[in-house]
């Protein structure tokens, strides 16, 4: 991912998640509950798939989590075992997947908006936003962040295979619409976050070839 493709991204995700807030974030989520809740098994079954999986790889071992365990010591033994520079990829995975569960968490707990649930019991004013009492942690949407943040990495690394990477990615933070989990500036808000993780921690990657280089 190039610095113009990241700023292209970033360009275009503001001005359109504060369209989505301000005008359209509800009218699609009640379109979603109304139209779409014939899928909403498939999504939930999906969903509840990909969270045993990822529930099982946070398992903790020596007092880290599996999958954290386990891209660890695959870079480390690529990178510095076998001398193997595409080893930076497990690195930039690790910290990417890492630290977009972590932000996407804080940002819950600072944004407080209210989830579509609250409206579709009865609407509220205004966009939901640093509200008070429950249901109120959906932006941005974990889910999406946790998938994203897994699989973003790999495309940007194998953009042969961009498209089966990102058809996981793609359905859970589809589903979380479906479901009526999230608004769309929700799950955009957490694949913009992933997408400027990916970035960031891909400089890694860059930062090795000189060195590899000079060898």
């Not at 301000?22 to 999504?43: G, V």
């Not at 089966?164 to 359905?171: D, E």
């Amino acid at each position: 991912m190039t610095l113009r493709q990241f700023l292209a991204f970033s360009t275009l995700t503001l001005p359109f998640c504060a369209l989505l807030i301000l005008f359209l974030d509800q009218p699609l989520a009640l379109f979603a509950q109304q139209q779409l809740s014939w899928a909403a098994q498939f999504f939930s079954s999906i969903t509840a798939a990909a969270d045993a999986v990822h529930n099982a790889l946070m398992v903790h071992v020596v007092g880290i989590p599996i999958i954290f365990l386990a891209l660890g010591l695959a870079f480390a033994i690529g990178r510095y075992a076998l001398k193997r520079r595409g080893a930076t990829l497990f690195l930039i995975l690790l910290l990417t997947h890492e630290c977009s569960m972590v932000l996407a968490n804080v940002l819950k707990g600072a944004v407080h908006r209210l989830r579509p649930e609250v409206q579709f019991a009865g609407g509220y004013p205004g966009t939901g936003l640093w509200a008070v009492g429950p249901h109120n942690d959906s932006f941005p949407s974990y889910h999406t962040a946790v998938y994203f943040s897994l699989f973003l990495p790999l495309a940007v690394a194998f953009p042969r295979w961009r498209v089966p990477l990102l058809v996981l990615p793609g359905l859970i933070g589809l589903g979380r619409l479906v479901l009526g989990a999230h608004y769309l500036s929700d799950v955009w808000a957490s694949l913009w976050l992933v997408v400027a993780l990916t970035f960031l921690f891909g400089r890694l990657d860059q930062a090795t070839r000189p060195a590899e280089l000079a060898v």
